[in-house]
Structures are given as C-alpha cells and as structure tokens.
C-alpha cells in the first residue's frame, strides 16, 4: 500500500513540476497598452501604477493610486495607511513617500499619524524573494521616533541620541499641549538600545526618513531639520515585480542604465530542497523536484517515527519540498495508521456492542420481571425524570445510594425522586427496589409511581413525604418545628408495626426487608409512618420459614444476632422482628441504643438498663410525660424487648406484636432478659443495682452508637460498613 501511494504521488509531483517548468520557461507580459494618466503634482502614471479610475486592465492592482481632490495629492495605500506620493522614478524603480502628517498638517507641529519601520518590509535575500512583495528597501533608511515623557529630558549630549523637543503650543494632533513631546533622528541602525530611552519616557510613533539625510551632518540637529526630513519622505522599490516581468520568477536582476531604466537579469537558478544549481534543463527539472518531493516525504516520515522535528527546524522555503515533507509527516503516517485504527474500531465497537447488548438484556429481564409479575410502575425517560425534578433542584437528601430530590408530575402532585448512583453491576439492588415495593398496595408502606433505566441512570419515583424520615424527630437535637407525642409515637409505632406484618403475611409472597431502622421510615402530611428503601429486601414463598440467604445484611445496631451466629437460629421474618424491636426501643426512649459491643456492655447498653428496672419493679417515667403516656411508654419497651431475644424463636411474630401494641400494657409479662452474644453471663455492678434512678429524660448519658449498613459480606466474618 505504501509502495502504490508513492508511485502515485511521483507521478502528482512528475506533472506538477512540468506545469511549473512550462509556464517559467513561457511566462510573457501580455499586458494591455493604457494612456498615461496623471493626479495633481503626480504626471505620467503608468504601469505598474494605476488610478481608481483608470480601465480595470490597466496597471497592477497593488499598486493602485488614489486622487485627493480637497489637497491636490496622490495617496497610496500602504500597510492599511495611506502615504502622500511625493515622486515616482520609472528608471529606477524607486517612489518616494511621505506620512500624511507632513503635509496635511504642515501649518502645525506635526506628529506622524503612522507608525512604521524598516521591519515592515519584508528583506530580500534571494531571488525567490524578487516578485513576492509589492514594495521593497534597496537600503536601510533612517528612522525619526517620537517620545512623549512625562517630565522634561535633560539635554545631554554625550548620553546617547539627541532629544529634540517638539512644540506643541500649535499642534493638530491628539496630544494635549501641556505634553512633553521629543524627536529623537537615529542615524545609525534602526532599532533603539533601552539604555538609550529616557526614564519616564515612552515610544509613541516613529516613521522613516531617507532622502538628502546626510545635509543634516552629525552636530546639533534642530526639529525644523527633523521636519524637513520627514517632510521629504522615504524612498521604496519595486524592482522585485520588474525583475519578475523581465526575467521571470526566481530571478534575481539590478538597474545597469538609471536613465534608461535597463534590468540585467542574473542567471537562472533552480532550488531542489538542499540543492541550488544554474542547471535548470527540462530533464534537470523534472529529476531535481521530483527528487525533492521524495527527499521531503522520506524526512516527513522519519521526523514522525523519530518524534524528532531537527531536520523541520530549519524550513527549507520551497513550495514543493514543504509539500512532500508535509505527506510523509502527516499524511502518509495517517493513511497507514487509519488502515489499522479501523480495525481497532471495529474491535472496539464489537465490544462496546456486546456491552450494551449485555447491559440491555438486563434492562429488558428488568422489564420482563414487572410484566410477568404483574406490577404496573411506570416506566420513565431520563428526560422526563430530569424536567419532573425542575433540573433537580431541590435536593431532599443524600445517602450511599445515591440522592433524593422533589419532583412534581404532570398532575401537579409532588413526588420524591431516589436518583441511584450506587448499585450492584447486574442490577440486583435495583430489581430488589422496583420488584418489591411495585406489589404492595398499604398504607404504611411507601408507594412506588414508577422507575427510570437508561444506561448507567437509574432513578425510582415515590411519593413524596412532606415530613421526611422518622430519625430527624427521635434523633434532632436541633430546634424542630414539631415535637412528637408520646401519643403520636405509639401511634407511629403500631403503623410501623402493621406494615411490617403487611409485608410478612399480606402479599403472596413474604417480603423481608432486612433494614428497618428510622431512616428508612417516612412521615406523610398527617405523619402517617411508610416503610421505605427495598435495596436490600428478598421475596421467599410464605411457606418458607427459613430464607437462604448466605451473606449478612442491614445496619449495626438493627442487625439481629442470627445474622452473625448460626447457632441460634436461621434466617426469618423474625430478623426483621429485632429490627422493629431495636427501633421500637429508639422511638419510646427517643435516643439511640447504645453499643452493644462497648466494654462492660452489661452498664451501657440501654435495653438491659430498661430490662433491669423491670426485674426491680420499678417505674420507667418520662420527663414532662402524664401518666397515660408512662402507661404507654411501659408498654412499648415491653414489646420491644420481646422483639429483641436473642433466639429468633423467642421473638413474637409482627402479627404478634400489632396485638401486643393494640393491648392492655397489664397483660404483657416482662420477657427475659434479651443478650446479643449466645451463652451470654451478664455481671450487674454494684453502684448501678443501688442506684435510685427511676426516672430518665431524653438526655440520658447513653447515646453513642452510630449506625453503619452491612450487605454483600459473609455471616461469619467481619461486617463490611456502608454509610447510609
């Protein structure tokens, strides 16, 4: 391939060098004869001069002049500023221009209205440069520059170039006149040394000055002189578009008879790359560029392998060696490296295709499971999830699950979106969610409006519940608007309790949570409890008693015992009893429990404290509480710590526990003293058993336990800890 793409491109450089070596070699000026024409002091314009208003053939259009009728000048447009035409000499080539300021401004103190420098020219230093610009400088002209300081300039004449002040009592130009402006004439080269600027001063303009320079001498030059030299202008040539008629491109020439205006042409020169001869035959040609072509392809290539640009730093100038230098760095490296990427893309996309198809599957055995269970939430785009939540806005929390934003539908009710961003790769978490709670109809448990998949965004629409989660009115120590009743608490509680039982024995599959804990329980306007967040719930046929479940999951301080131990039991709706019992135990004391794995667990942890004043009969009374809710109160630590035995078959079932709640506290016995650990001894110390507390507040000394979530990790070993 790269053998044929060479060849083709010889043959392209084989043709093109001909084509140029054709029209060098027959290259003639047919140019149209047209009557000279004249502008003010300006006679006899020819070509390659020309007026706007002459015929469009005739003369060169860059060096179009321009009539001022208001002064009687001729201006050209030179650098994007137009120069007074002071004389044209058609022998030598040569015109000579002036700053519009000179002469426009003649009854003021001038100041030239362009800048310009002998660097704006561009310097020939070889015949390829004859025929690329308009004007050129045969000789380096002088430079007059302006500075304006901002004190006056000590005059000192062995400090460098002559400071000539300026007056501005009459000038026409923007300075104010209260300026301190100064003409410096530079009689040596062009650019200024910083040594040789005044302190405080600074470049405004300055403008060039070549002709009869040297009648000013080199002693005390006034501004009148400095004047006068701008005022007769500078010379510039365009022998370069002369050398390029007479003699062709590329070929360099000089005036032999200035009163003739006779060229000489120097020898014709052919540049190959690195290779400059006066052999410039046809045959010579053809194998000199296309050798180039082939020499600046083959650089082009090794500065691409190499990664090295050395042989690019030094730009050889010739069209065609940069072309080929051009194709063997850029073009033939892409060429080849295309021919591979696109199998790589092809790879690639396969893989990307098989991905998606994998991803996709998942999506469809999603959607495969809701109709073949006949759950109907709605399925969203991520686009309407997004304009349902104003652009997600306002933000209702955060968890390890990912955030939760308001959202509003359609009807105007409000919504809460649960938008996911941490999940399991095959979705389990997400069918767990959208699966479980897409069947259950109960008022005490979090309705599901529908769920959105779309790549790797995966969000769950609920119903919105204006009061939030249980734990910010059991836990806050902030200032809240509404403070709970000991009433309302119990009445939380038994609607708790009544949608756990819902999901154990009201659908026809048993439904167990594994993470009851306050967080997960909402509060609707009426503070009406829901259970929320199936993440980690299993469904088990009802007549299953033990789930086969290999790996521990919930949050420490809510996990029951069987998770950590199999000797006592195995895995059942009862783990969602201890669960409810340990939050139970929160709500009625409104404090967390305390760690149960903490040293001397016996004195801290507040169930066994609870469970202690039972045995000793002694009243548990509340702080600012009546003795209805005491009664209440007594009755819901009893439930709870029936809920939390050690032995899942010492737990009550929820339907159990409903009745319990709903019942008279006097018919519930003190059940045995609940333990964490199996084969449990508890040593009571001394201070605590003669201790004459028997009341407690909710600023007990007790707090201290945070809670962690545990899933995906063995039962035997350590819990895995996930913030929620």
């Not at 989660?469 to 059991?474: A, Q």
Request: glycine residues 6%; contains cysteine; proline residues 4%.
């Amino acid at each position: 391939m790269v053998k044929k793409t060479s060849n083709s491109f010889c043959k392209l450089s084989l043709f093109i060098s001909i084509i140029l070596l054709f029209q060098l070699t027959h290259s003639t000026n047919h140019r149209q004869p047209c009557p000279p024409s004249s502008c003010g002091k300006i006679h006899n314009i020819t070509y390659p001069f020309r007026l706007k208003t002459d015929p469009t053939h005739c003369g060169d259009p860059r060096y179009e002049l321009e009539c001022n009728n208001n002064n009687n000048s001729t201006l050209l447009s030179l650098f994007s500023a137009k120069y007074h035409v002071q004389h044209i000499d058609y022998n030598t080539y040569k015109i000579i221009l002036t700053d519009p300021g000179a002469v426009e401004d003649a009854t003021c103190s001038f100041i030239p209205r362009y800048f310009l420098s002998y660097t704006s020219f561009k310097t020939i230093v070889g015949p390829d440069d004859f025929g690329s610009e308009p004007f050129t400088l045969l000789t380096i002209p002088y430079r007059v520059a302006y500075f304006n300081c901002t004190n006056p300039v000590t005059i000192n004449d062995d400090s460098g170039p002559k400071y000539v002040q300026v007056d501005m009592s009459n000038n026409c130009t923007e300075y104010g006149r209260n300026e301190h402006v100064y003409a410096v004439l530079e009689t040596t080269l062009f650019d200024y040394h910083v040594r040789d600027i005044k302190v405080g001063c600074g470049l405004k303009v300055a403008t060039l000055a070549g002709t009869r320079l040297s009648e000013i001498g080199n002693g005390n030059v006034s501004y009148e002189e400095i004047r006068r030299v701008v005022g007769e202008g500078f010379e510039v040539s365009w022998l370069s578009i002369v050398c390029e008629d007479e003699c062709g491109k590329g070929v360099d020439c000089e005036v032999v008879d200035e009163k003739s205006g006779q060229v000489k042409c120097d020898k014709r020169y052919c540049h190959y790359a690195y290779h400059t001869t006066d052999k410039c035959g046809i045959s010579q040609q053809i194998i000199g560029y296309t050798a180039a072509y082939l020499k600046g392809i083959i650089i082009g290539i090794y500065s691409r392998i190499s990664f090295s640009t050395r042989l690019l730093d030094n730009p050889v100038g010739l069209h065609y060696f940069d072309a080929g230098t051009y194709i063997g760095r850029n073009i033939l490296p892409s060429f080849v490296a295309i021919r591979y990427l696109f199998g790589v893309a092809l790879f690639t996309l396969l893989l990307i295709y098989k991905w998606r198809r994998r991803h996709l599957s998942m999506y469809e055995n999603i959607e495969s499971f809701l109709l073949d269970n006949n759950l109907n939430p709605i399925r969203y785009e991520y686009k309407e999830i997004k304009k349902m939540s104003g652009g997600f806005k306002v933000k209702l929390g955060q968890g390890g699950f990912g955030s939760v934003y308001k959202g509003k539908l359609r009807s105007g009710v409000d919504v809460a979106i649960k938008m996911l961003s941490k999940f399991n790769p095959n979705g389990q978490d997400f069918i767990n969610e959208v699966a479980t709670i897409g069947r259950i109809h109960h008022v005490n448990v979090v309705r599901l409006i529908g769920y959105c998949v779309e790549g790797k965004k995966r969000a769950l629409v609920y119903e919105f519940m204006p009061n939030g989660s249980l734990d910010k009115y059991i836990f806050s120590k902030e200032e809240i608007s509404v403070h709970l009743s000991h009433a309302k608490i119990y009445e939380i509680s038994l609607g708790i309790a009544q949608g756990i039982a819902y999901l154990h024995q009201g659908c026809d599959m048993q439904i167990l949570h594994f993470d009851i804990k306050p967080h997960n329980i909402l509060l609707d306007e009426n503070f009406t409890p829901k259970v929320s967040d199936f993440g980690l719930a299993r469904l088990y046929p009802l007549d299953r008693s033990i789930a086969p479940l290999t790996a521990a999951r919930g949050t420490l301080g809510y996990m029951a015992p069987e998770l950590f131990y199999k000797n006592i039991g195995g895995l059942s709706y009862k783990v969602d009893v201890y669960s409810f019992g340990m939050l139970l135990m929160e709500m009625t004391s409104k404090r967390k429990n305390s760690n149960p794995h903490a040293e001397h667990s016996s004195q801290t942890y507040f169930p066994f404290w609870i469970h202690d004043r039972f045995l000793e009969e002694e009243d548990i009374k509340i702080e600012n509480a009546s003795d209805e809710d005491n009664v209440v109160v007594k009755k819901m630590f009893l439930v709870a710590l029936w809920c939390i035995q050690l032995k899942p078959s010492d737990r009550p079932s929820m339907s159990k526990v409903v009745e319990m709640l709903e019942g008279k506290t006097e018919s519930l016995e003190i059940p045995p003293r609940p333990s964490y650990y199996p084969q449990e001894t508890f040593q009571r110390d001394d201070d605590d058993d003669n201790s004459d507390q028997t009341s407690w507040s909710g600023s007990s000394s007790f707090d201290g336990h945070h809670d962690h979530t545990i899933t995906n990790c063995p039962v035997e070993n350590s819990a895995r800890e996930i913030e929620i």
